[in-house]
């Protein structure tokens, strides 16, 4: 058991007792560490601030010799994972209000859907599923989500029925978690005609409408978005998705990040995932500008949404990872925040070999109680070798 734990929990850090991690509800930040986790890992299995609970990436492993496992199996093991710290934490899959799936080869996604859904009996999290280029360890596939131990303060937000295209998978549209709502990531099709445009522009014009729909039935506009992470397949239509999302969100204005991935889900090109929040939340957007990079980030009540971004690299990976975390705390500091708060980093790399490397640079600026990690390969979109983005929260 303890060997297959070290395989699955790819944010596992040194062990501690399981009953130390039972109250599902803390007084304050705490990271969750189920018994057997590697004491080697430079981040944390599971951060719960207050009653939400951040999950770092569980790995699905093909494992060794002639007989490697399938997506199923992987599946199994990745989701295996997410349960092992959710207990520790006091919890259970019920708990999850939203996922992010990351698959090697999009071939595999009806495999994963069947093998995923199998692990809740009612309502089933909003969700993400892209195809990067890479995960670490030679993974099929790699799940981080988030989970919120309030189950009476846990809903499912369902817009009219055709009013929204048909799921392709076991996810919910959008999960209210308390005053936030997790929307899932959303394509450019018409749910009418069943098309999708060509054009890059109107698939995000589409998806845009898609998500409006679903913050409607859920009592929101767009002006309550906090976060919004964009995907597109094709690096020449980056600049399109970005104009039009600008354009669409132009009084909201929320951070958006977007990173460039091989594949997508059907035959859409570019994907956009929401998180909001009631307007009783509060908050403000801001960001810092530098001569050549930018950042913004939304603070909402007590959390804060970074959006993801890079500085021009090419060079050393690590002095280019201590750069973009450097200047992440001085963009949380803008917030009141610090680098002690962040509860999540998703690390995109477009070269997954600079693993150990940003490692020890994790360590470095993150020595005690380490944020949850996401760890990718996507395309470069320029030359840098390092993304990021990250959530922030107080107790």
């Known amino acids: 058991m303890k060997r297959l734990l070290g395989a699955v929990l790819a944010a596992g850090v040194a062990s501690a007792s399981m009953a130390a991690a039972q109250t599902p509800v803390a007084a304050g930040r705490r990271a969750i560490r189920p018994d057997g986790v590697p004491a080697d890992r430079p981040y944390s299995p599971g951060v719960l601030v207050g009653k939400t609970l951040y999950i770092a990436g569980q790995l ?9 496992a399938d997506m199923t199996a992987q599946t199994r093991q990745a989701m295996d ?7 520790a934490a006091g919890l259970g899959y019920e708990h999850l209000v939203k996922c992010h799936v990351y698959l090697a080869n999009m ?12 692990y809740f009996k009612d309502r089933v999290p909003a969700r993400t599923t892209i195809q990067a280029v890479a995960l670490p360890g030679g993974a099929g596939v790699e799940i981080g989500c988030i989970g ?5 303060a846990i809903s499912v937000v369902r817009p009219p029925q055709g009013s929204l295209p048909a799921p392709l998978g076991p996810y919910s549209p959008a999960v209210w978690a308390g005053d936030t ?9 018409d749910p009418l005609t069943k098309s999708v445009g060509e054009a890059v522009e109107a698939q995000v014009t589409q998806t845009v409408t898609n998500i409006t729909t679903t913050l409607k039935a859920a009592g929101l506009s767009l002006e309550n978005v906090a976060w919004t992470q964009g995907y597109v397949t094709r690096l020449e239509e980056a600049a399109g998705l970005s104009a039009t999302l600008e354009k669409a ?24 995932s929401f998180v909001a929040t009631r307007p009783s939340a509060g908050g403000n957007n801001f960001g810092v500008v530098w001569p050549e990079a930018s950042v913004r980030a939304a603070r909402r009540g007590n959390t804060i949404y970074v959006s993801a971004f890079a500085i021009p690299g090419g060079g050393d990976v690590g002095a280019e990872a201590r750069e973009v975390f450097t200047r992440l705390g001085a963009l949380l500091k803008q917030g009141d925040s610090s680098l002690a708060d962040v509860t999540q980093v998703t690390v995109y790399l477009t070269d997954v070999a600079d693993l150990p490397t940003v490692n020890d640079v994790f360590r470095a600026m993150f020595p005690a109680d380490p944020p949850a990690r996401v760890t990718i390969q996507v395309q470069p979109q320029g030359k840098e070798r390092i993304r990021i983005a990250a959530i922030a929260a107080k107790p």
């Open 148 to 152: 919120y131990a309030d189950l009476g």
């Open 60 to 68: 699905g492993l093909p494992g060794e010799g002639a007989t490697r």
């Open 81 to 87: 994972g997410l349960g092992a710290v959710l207990k």
């Open 181 to 189: 709502l997790y929307v899932s990531g959303m394509g450019g099709q």
């Open 107 to 118: 071939e595999d996604y009806a495999a994963m859907n069947g093998a995923y859904g199998s």
């Open 249 to 272: 969100v132009a009084k909201a204005s929320p951070p958006a990040g977007l990173v460039a991935v091989p594949r997508l889900p059907g035959p859409i090109r570019a994907e956009l």
